[in-house]
């Protein structure tokens, strides 16, 4: 059945792929994003579907901006969010305002309207480094940086607005989600714009290991998590419930691209000692048994594809390889 549904940080790299895959599947999309003078899109601008929807900029930490934008849905996917870990050292009062008051903001819109489905987004980083493997959603959350510590927050906010207000809202959680149009803050675009630009590759610590979802796959996680009718209430984890290590994954990645370059630890981007995530690694039963939900891209496929998408001059031209993850 068509929706009308509102998408908060729709001009970013999984709101703009989340986005198209909404349109793509017969949906109307209020697509909201952070209001600037220049009235740019950002990556919905390189959309299929950007003559498909209706865009409302304004600001997640906004009251009213947010109340504007979500009258007349049926549904909101809340991606709206500050994600970069580095910058959450710096400023860790930018993530409490728009991570825990934006979040704040949306679910109280949501109670106010009566909105009948809700999908706050949180993240893998909200369990630490794994106690035990793989992760599950009963997994104890471990805030180790402030952008962390900010989405264990969102998630707790959200979950007593459903305990509080019977608010219909799901927690999707994923694990680490890469593809085309990735901020270069991310591992996978560094790696990939340092191979084309530098005769060595720079990056932090190589030993923790990440599980890794090809952004489509992270997609049509969400939409079924949206379109089931239990898990309210829930946290849900989507991930492929498999690991690497950033070492293992940058010689992937060269191997791919037929570049033999060395890999170099860089003091200044390594994360301080303690709030290092070493492992993360999904355990996606919950999604897997609660939804119709089965990932189609192996880490060989979407690396592939992410790999052609920065191979495009026009593509590559946004990243800067000395960008610090």
């Known amino acids: 059945m068509k929706k009308k549904i509102l998408v908060t940080g729709a001009c970013g790299f999984i709101g703009s792929h989340l986005t198209e895959y909404l349109v793509h599947k017969g949906h109307d999309v209020v697509a909201f ?46 991606l709206a969010a500050l994600i970069g870990i580095p910058y959450s050292y710096t400023s860790p009062l930018a993530y409490i305002r728009t991570n825990i008051e934006g979040t704040y903001n949306v679910l109280e819109v949501a109670r106010m309207l009566n909105t009948p489905e809700l999908i706050v987004t949180s993240t893998s980083e909200t369990y630490g480094s794994a106690q035990y493997v793989p992760i599950d959603e009963l997994h104890p959350k471990v805030g180790q940086s402030p952008y962390a510590a900010s989405k264990v927050s969102a998630d707790q906010l959200a979950m007593s607005y459903y305990l509080s207000f019977n608010l219909p809202v799901k927690i999707a959680r994923p694990f680490n989600t890469y593809g085309p149009r990735q901020s270069a803050r991310a591992i996978i675009p560094t790696i990939i714009s340092q191979a084309f630009s530098k005769k060595f590759i720079q990056l ?24 089931s009718n239990k898990l309210y209430g829930e946290e849900v984890n989507i991930g492929m419930s498999n690991e690497i290590s950033i070492e293992e994954l940058a010689n992937k990645i060269l191997k791919k691209m037929k570049k033999d370059l060395p890999i170099k630890t860089e003091g200044k981007r390594l994360r301080p000692e303690k709030s290092e995530v070493n492992r993360l690694f999904c355990d996606n039963q919950k999604i897997i048994k609660s939804t119709k939900w089965s990932p189609e ?11 052609a998408w920065f191979s495009e001059p026009s593509n590559l031209a946004k990243y800067k390889s000395t960008y610090q993850v």
């Open 33 to 78: 994003d952070r209001y600037n003078s220049e009235g740019s899109w950002g990556w919905l601008e390189h959309t299929s579907v950007k003559n498909d929807v209706e865009v409302a900029l304004g600001d997640i930490r906004d009251f009213d901006s947010v109340l504007h934008a979500a009258r007349d849905v049926d549904g909101i996917f809340h």
């Open 204 to 227: 932090g610590s190589l030993h923790p290991t990440r599980d890794l979802t090809y952004v489509k796959d992270t997609c049509s996680g969400f939409y079924e998590i949206f379109r």
């Open 297 to 307: 891209y192996t880490l060989e496929k979407g690396l592939e594809e992410t790999i």
